[in-house]
């Protein structure tokens, strides 16, 4: 009894510290402080949802959610407030098919001269590619660099997972919060079960060898997994164990083109699994087809480059059907909106970020309506996760990812200033950086010249005239200072520069260093507008092609009917 008594005293002690002591990862390099506060973005065009937007709207949020979004918000005291004027604010993007921070190491190019029949792991799956039990958690490893490149490009969650075999396993849902640790931004630990009709690179069992036969396989593992779940076994099988449990996660099924997409659709339907399914980029082939699967797609924005046809000999080995892929498959995400199939849109296969939002814009202009594509960004991937009440808008009680742009998201001259992961800001460019495009005239030591400034927020594109002559000029503009380096007439080989700190846009003033070192005032007082840059502000409706049945030099212009045909009289030789 004695013995027992002091047993639990040492245990109440224990849990009484428990109640006090700090937090799982402790803070060394200073004193830990997290920010309470609530934020309020204020007399901003508010994008809720695609289908909702909030003109001079107030976004409010704490701790990472949304608390509020509307026009009539309660901002409560000590509420840190930023002005939004003239600015849009949208969900950021989701991309539902990534390999996002998963590094698998090469494969080797080596080959055993006896094939592998069987395979080598035990309590696993009798077939090494099929691997449900692959948890993409633990080949995880969160990358810096790839995520500031997502976040420029508008993107804030992601759903990785790793790219190989038939049966991959389940995914990782990820925000791309740089500024936490990964038991912060890892939102789901395992969020969908992920699959395709391709062989691990790293596994070398030599079956299947076959798209029938990786579709073989699937059907055996399903008819295998249902024997199992019926305790017919004697051994432990952990792959089937772990497909099992997965069974309650979207299905993601990598097709990769338009007529796996029906192979992978009539494979689940025989098992009653609805897949959502990555496509090819080409279903407006068969997009009839396509639409009769009922099924929710993810589509991929990697468009054909065009092709070099100035060598003739070059010219004459590339097939027709090669041409009206690349002059077609901008308009995929069109024609699958136009048909009212459900959509996501995702970045894998770029080979730079940078194309993403060339080809979106690309889609854009080949059909695909823009309210289409938010929601192809945002809640129609938050509903492929399960997650349409926490991600893809900015309702209460939504995780608060959201984009501050200066205007519409899908317009060229957009800039996208933030992208607020989890309540914290990733800058791209500051909302404090003045707007100075425009046609300027600039003085300078009782001399005039034509200053034009197009593109100030990202690129600038600075041209000085003097009597109607360019002349040449390297300019900068950064953290609101202008500078310019110019020579003073067209042949001349000195250099005047200008620097100045710009506080108003109507006018720039500041000062001068002569090419003999001599300082003077100059300034520049706005005049106009700059014009709209013909590249793109002309919308050109692009010519296209008729789609063949098939897409080819040799096709028909309608899909021909099918028709019974009956054979009489003849020796029939079925092998």
């Given amino acids: 009894p004695i013995l027992m008594k002091k047993i639990l005293a040492f245990v109440l002690i224990l849990q009484f510290h428990s109640l006090f002591a700090q937090e ?9 402080s997290e920010n309470q506060n609530y934020t309020a973005f204020i007399n901003a065009e508010i994008h809720v949802t695609p289908e909702q937007v909030i003109k001079k ?6 701790n990472g959610k949304v608390i509020g979004s509307g026009l009539n918000i309660d901002i409560p005291k000590n509420t840190v407030i930023i ?7 949208y969900p950021s993007f989701i ?6 921070g998963i590094n698998l190491p090469k494969t080797t190019r080596e080959r055993s001269r006896v094939a592998q029949y069987d395979s080598k792991r035990e309590g696993y799956y009798w077939n090494e590619h099929v691997m449900p039990e692959k948890e993409a958690a633990s080949e995880f490893k969160f990358d810096q660099k790839k995520a500031k490149e997502l976040l420029k490009e508008g993107f804030g969650l992601v759903n990785t997972h790793v790219q190989d075999g038939i049966v991959r396993g389940s995914g990782l849902m990820v925000a791309l ?16 079960q992920y699959l395709s009709f391709e062989k691990s690179k790293y596994n070398k069992q030599l079956y299947p060898n076959s798209l029938m036969g990786s579709i073989a396989l699937l059907k055996q593992m399903y008819h295998d997994a249902a024997w199992y779940a019926a305790g017919s076994s004697p051994t432990r099988d952990l792959s089937l164990e772990a497909l099992e449990q997965n069974k309650s996660l979207t299905q993601i099924f990598y097709a990769g083109d338009k007529g796996n997409d029906l192979r992978a659709n009539q494979l689940g339907a025989s098992f009653g699994i609805d897949y959502v399914v990555f496509g090819g980029g080409n279903e407006y082939e068969l997009i009839d087809d396509i639409k009769s699967t009922n099924a929710t797609y993810i589509l991929p924005l990697t468009f054909p480059k065009a092709y070099d046809v100035e060598d003739p000999f070059e010219a004459e080995r590339l097939s027709l059907a090669d041409m009206k892929d690349w002059n077609q498959a901008p308009t995929n995400p069109g024609v699958m909106a ?9 970045a894998h296969g770029l080979k730079s970020m940078s194309d993403f939002k060339k080809n979106l814009q690309k889609a854009i202009s080949y059909g695909l309506d823009k309210k289409v594509a938010l929601a192809a960004l945002t809640t129609v991937p938050a509903a492929i996760l399960n997650k349409k009440n926490e991600l893809g808008h900015l309702k209460q009680g939504a995780i608060a990812n959201f984009l501050i742009t200066s205007g519409d998201v ?10 607020w992961v989890q309540g914290k800001p990733y800058t791209i460019t500051s909302l404090d950086l003045n707007n100075i495009d425009g046609n300027y005239l600039l003085t300078l030591d009782q001399k005039n010249f034509e200053l034009s400034v197009k593109n100030s927020l990202s690129k600038p594109k600075v041209t000085l005239k003097k009597g109607g002559e360019t002349l040449s000029n390297k ?14 007439e067209k042949d001349s080989k000195e250099f005047i520069r200008l620097s100045a700190k710009v506080d108003t846009p109507e006018l720039i003033a500041g000062e001068a260093i002569m090419s003999d070192g001599k300082k003077v005032a100059w300034s520049a007082k706005r005049t106009s507008n700059t014009d709209p840059d013909k590249k793109t502000n002309a919308e050109k409706t692009p010519y296209l092609t008729p789609v063949y049945f098939p897409n080819n030099g040799y096709g028909f212009e309608q899909a021909p009917e099918q028709q019974t045909i009956l054979f009489k009289n003849v020796t029939v030789w079925t092998n």
């Fill in 24 to 32: 799982y990862f402790p803070k060394n390099d200073g004193v830990k």
């Fill in 57 to 62: 709207g107030t976004l409010l949020i704490q």
């Fill in 83 to 89: 002005d939004l004027k003239g600015k849009s604010v």
């Fill in 95 to 100: 991309d539902v098919f990534s390999n996002f």
């Fill in 177 to 192: 919060n740089i500024h936490a640790s990964d038991n912060k931004r890892i939102v789901m630990p395992k969020s969908v």
């Fill in 338 to 346: 136009k048909n009212n199939i459900p959509f996501a849109l995702s």
């Fill in 410 to 419: 899908f317009d060229t001259k957009t800039v996208l200033y933030e992208n």
């Fill in 475 to 488: 300019s900068v503009y950064k953290e609101n200072w202008f500078s310019i380096n110019l020579k003073p």
